[in-house]
């Protein structure tokens, strides 16, 4: 297989730093939250970051759907470094350092805008179990500008070096217009573009601009409620996870050299995926429910291991098998870490 080169791989999305912490289910009510969701943080979740920060065991780590994946995809393949390359906005501030150090870290080529009116975005991960509820608090994400950063030559030539281009549906709430760019980028020059419908709450509040975007994405993902979601907002009218994949498949696409191929993760449930003409049923790892210690990024890896393999040029079904060993890490660890090299064949 082919060794993949520098920047074969780009990210665009939201950077932010993940405070995650264990909470109980009155903390989860006080806030109105959903044990097991992601929302963007409104004024009444002000309080609850000046809360999460002060329990104990406390945990920081960088974190950001799409900048998780490439980050998660740089370390399955290990070498060469700089495979991944992710773009987004943070603050000139602690945070927005600890992001950076981070990504070297990773051995991820991150090229921030930088900006000083907002602070570095923040997600608090509230744990309770096996269930996790996201707030996100964009702010300095929510400032990326096309033609601040995209746009500028150099930073569109990393664009142009990529094959495979990843873009979480999160980034539909800050910059569509960069989104479109990228799509036709990869459309007119038949590579590779992927995105992920991240949250219900996409489908539901930004629907025009997922669906502006559709006609170019030749790989979907998305969980099983994700999908449910997307369905109803399209009026599919089923709740049969496989005929979701095949109608999702369906909808118009611009490049016809490439099929779009759907994947839908469920958990601890069969990965759905479009093969073909076909809608396939693939078994994830086993896991003793004892092992798993934070859920939270399982979908973030399970794309960032698909990457891995996709920008190797693997078939799907061996996209998935990488996917499902990635996931399988992530999730017996706290927030979206991973120990020093992948053991995987």
């Given at each position: 297989m082919p060794t993949p080169s520098e920047n074969t791989l780009f990210g665009m999305g939201n950077p932010l730093l993940d405070i995650s912490a264990v909470v109980d289910k009155d903390f989860l009510d006080k806030y109105g939250l959903k044990p097991n969701d992601q929302i963007l943080a409104e004024e009444?979740?002000?309080?609850?970051?000046?809360?999460?920060?002060?329990r104990d065991k406390v945990e920081y780590h960088a974190g950001g759907s799409t900048q998780n994946s490439?980050?998660?995809?740089?370390?399955?393949?290990?070498?060469?470094?700089?495979?991944?390359t992710f773009f987004g906005c943070i603050g000139t501030d602690h945070f927005g350092?600890?992001?950076?150090?981070?990504?070297?870290?990773?051995?991820?080529?991150?090229?921030y805008y930088e900006q000083s009116e907002e602070p570095t975005g923040t997600c608090a991960a509230c744990i309770t179990g096996d269930n996790r509820s996201l707030v996100a608090n964009l702010a300095a994400a929510n400032c990326?500008?096309?033609?601040?950063?995209?746009?500028?030559?150099?930073?569109w030539e990393l664009v142009k070096k990529a094959k495979v281009y990843y873009i979480a549906g999160f980034f539909l709430t800050v910059s569509p217009e960069s989104i479109l760019k990228v799509a036709k980028h990869a459309s007119e020059n038949n590579?590779?573009?992927?995105?992920?419908?991240?949250?219900?709450?996409?489908?539901?509040?930004?629907?025009?601009?997922?669906?502006?975007?559709m006609p170019y994405v030749d790989i979907l993902f998305g969980n099983e409620t994700e999908a449910a979601t997307f369905a109803k907002e399209l009026g599919f009218e089923?709740?049969?996870?496989?005929?979701i994949a095949k109608k999702t498949q369906n909808l118009p696409k611009e490049n016809a050299?490439?099929?779009?191929v759907v994947v839908f993760t469920q958990g601890k449930d069969d990965t759905v995926a479009t093969v073909g003409e076909k809608v396939t049923m693939f078994p994830v790892l086993d896991i003793d429910q004892n092992d798993i210690v934070d859920t939270n990024g399982a979908g973030d890896s399970f794309v960032g291991g698909f990457l891995s393999a996709l920008v190797q040029e693997q078939p799907l079904e061996e996209c998935i098998r990488a996917g499902h060993y990635s996931a399988n890490v992530i999730i017996r660890r706290v927030g979206c870490t991973f120990p020093e090299k992948p053991d995987y064949h």
């Amino acid at each position: 297989m082919p060794t993949p080169s520098e920047n074969t791989l780009f990210g665009m999305g939201n950077p932010l730093l993940d405070i995650s912490a264990v909470v109980d289910k009155d903390f989860l009510d006080k806030y109105g939250l959903k044990p097991n969701d992601q929302i963007l943080a409104e004024e009444a979740h002000k309080a609850l970051f000046e809360e999460i920060v002060r329990r104990d065991k406390v945990e920081y780590h960088a974190g950001g759907s799409t900048q998780n994946s490439v980050k998660i995809a740089q370390w399955m393949i290990q070498k060469p470094h700089k495979v991944a390359t992710f773009f987004g906005c943070i603050g000139t501030d602690h945070f927005g350092e600890i992001l950076k150090q981070k990504a070297e870290e990773a051995h991820v080529d991150a090229h921030y805008y930088e900006q000083s009116e907002e602070p570095t975005g923040t997600c608090a991960a509230c744990i309770t179990g096996d269930n996790r509820s996201l707030v996100a608090n964009l702010a300095a994400a929510n400032c990326y500008k096309k033609e601040k950063h995209l746009d500028l030559d150099n930073n569109w030539e990393l664009v142009k070096k990529a094959k495979v281009y990843y873009i979480a549906g999160f980034f539909l709430t800050v910059s569509p217009e960069s989104i479109l760019k990228v799509a036709k980028h990869a459309s007119e020059n038949n590579k590779i573009f992927c995105m992920n419908l991240s949250a219900p709450f996409i489908s539901q509040f930004f629907k025009k601009p997922l669906m502006d975007v559709m006609p170019y994405v030749d790989i979907l993902f998305g969980n099983e409620t994700e999908a449910a979601t997307f369905a109803k907002e399209l009026g599919f009218e089923t709740d049969d996870i496989g005929e979701i994949a095949k109608k999702t498949q369906n909808l118009p696409k611009e490049n016809a050299k490439r099929q779009r191929v759907v994947v839908f993760t469920q958990g601890k449930d069969d990965t759905v995926a479009t093969v073909g003409e076909k809608v396939t049923m693939f078994p994830v790892l086993d896991i003793d429910q004892n092992d798993i210690v934070d859920t939270n990024g399982a979908g973030d890896s399970f794309v960032g291991g698909f990457l891995s393999a996709l920008v190797q040029e693997q078939p799907l079904e061996e996209c998935i098998r990488a996917g499902h060993y990635s996931a399988n890490v992530i999730i017996r660890r706290v927030g979206c870490t991973f120990p020093e090299k992948p053991d995987y064949h």
